[in-house]
């Protein structure tokens, strides 16, 4: 029997065809960079850990290579090798992905104003992440970590699924998984192992996940955001509501459709693609138009001279902020300022406690400059102190 090959044999160095650039962030298997492909130009460069776990990456690379054909994931480009420099240094995998340039849905919800999105945001937004789980679901494929952070917008404000690397393909006779994996607050239920207790979930595990997605887009958390493990919580209480007075009863209706408590109750993605609160949704283009000024407003970007009026038009099909239901739209700027206020508050409070008694000098630590230059709103993406 031939041996299998390693990752470091199967795939070869980047040899300038991918060069990294500025951090994104970071994940649950590795680091997120953007990059530059020497065909696909702006790429997404997802550097993980092979000498940690490589069973584990090849099983993400599994899910990519089989399963990012669809619209509404994010396109997986290839992978390439990096030989550690020393001894004691790791083994490295470049993944090569879409890049998504309109940043995660987590960033959506933490840039709008009172971090709250409109219900015909919710809806396009849930519509189209449905649909790639739709994609995956029919292949008995769970994804397992259905999130606002692993929700991406392009820079046409599309909707795509990304991190693969938790995913799990259930066996056409047993037709379960009994692997607790996931995000808590996220995590459904019956995905939830207690005391060691044993779990047997499928894809429905993904439709609550959505379920408080959708929750967490409409009051800007996921419910039980101040306890640190609700799994007890989401096993013994009530399923999440929507405060009925906010939001219409479409919308309540939706998420009563996700967060049953039950899975045999609860609504497969075929049958919420169906559901009202999705069909009666203004057209694609329209609410796209929306969330891309908002991006665009956000990077503090003009507008392009040769947008075209129809994008415009597009927008308008909208209902104004107040004929709809849920928060008006997005206006960043108006909170510019008080931002500013509050950052420079704080600024001058920590200044006071770096005070030298013995000196009389004020230090100026290094992390404190790194507070004010960072563009608005993102600057309150992470904690200021």
């Known amino acids: 029997m031939t041996p299998k090959k390693t990752l470091s044999q199967l795939y070869k160095p980047p040899d300038g065809h991918v060069t990294k650039g500025e951090h994104l962030g970071k994940g649950g298997a590795g680091d997120v960079y953007k990059g530059h492909h020497h065909r696909k130009g702006d790429v997404a460069v997802k550097v993980v850990n092979i000498t940690r776990d490589e069973e584990s990456v090849r099983r993400e ?17 290839g992978a390439y090798y990096r030989a550690p420099p020393t001894d004691r ?12 340039g309109g940043g995660s849905l987590q960033n959506l919800i933490e840039t709008t104003e009172g971090r709250s999105l409109p219900e015909t945001w919710i809806g396009y937004i849930c519509k189209e992440t449905l649909k790639g789980l739709n994609h995956l679901h029919k292949s008995r494929v769970i994804h397992r970590d259905i999130k606002s952070l692993n929700i991406m917008l392009t820079d046409q404000a599309k909707v795509k699924l990304i991190d693969f690397g938790l995913c799990f393909q259930l066996d056409p006779t047993a ?5 607790c994996d996931g995000t808590p607050h996220w995590m459904a239920p019956e995905a939830i192992s207690i005391r060691r207790s044993p779990v047997a979930y499928d894809t429905k595990s993904d439709i609550w996940s959505l ?68 069909t009666g949704l203004p057209s ?28 415009k038009e597009a927008a308008a099909q909208i209902p104004a902020p107040g004929e709809e239901h849920g928060p008006s739209l997005a206006a960043p700027s108006t909170r510019t300022g008080r931002l500013y206020r509050f950052m420079r508050k704080q600024l001058k409070r920590a200044k006071k406690i770096w005070h030298d008694p013995e000196t009389g000098q004020v230090s100026d630590p290094r992390w404190l400059c790194m507070v004010l230059p960072l563009p608005l709103p993102l600057a309150l993406s992470a904690p200021l102190f």
């Open 61 to 77: 690379l599994h899910f990519l290579q089989t399963f990012t054909a669809h619209k509404n994931v994010a396109s997986y480009y």
């Open 175 to 179: 037709g379960k998984c009994s692997e």
């Open 284 to 311: 694609n283009k329209a609410v796209r138009a929306q969330i891309r000024e908002h991006l665009r407003a956000l990077k503090i970007q003009p507008a392009k001279k040769d947008q075209c009026s129809s994008e």
């Open 89 to 100: 240094s790791c083994e490295l995998l470049e993944i090569v992905l879409q890049y998504c």
């Open 211 to 278: 379920g408080i997605t959708a929750v967490e887009m409409a009051e800007g958390e996921p419910p039980h955001s101040n306890v640190d493990c609700p799994s007890a919580l989401i096993r013994d209480s009530d399923a999440p509501a929507l405060k009925p007075k906010a939001w219409s009863e479409q919308f309540r209706s939706f998420i009563t459709s996700c967060l049953q408590k039950d899975p045999e109750a609860r609504w497969s993605a075929a049958q919420l693609l169906q559901h009202p609160f999705l």
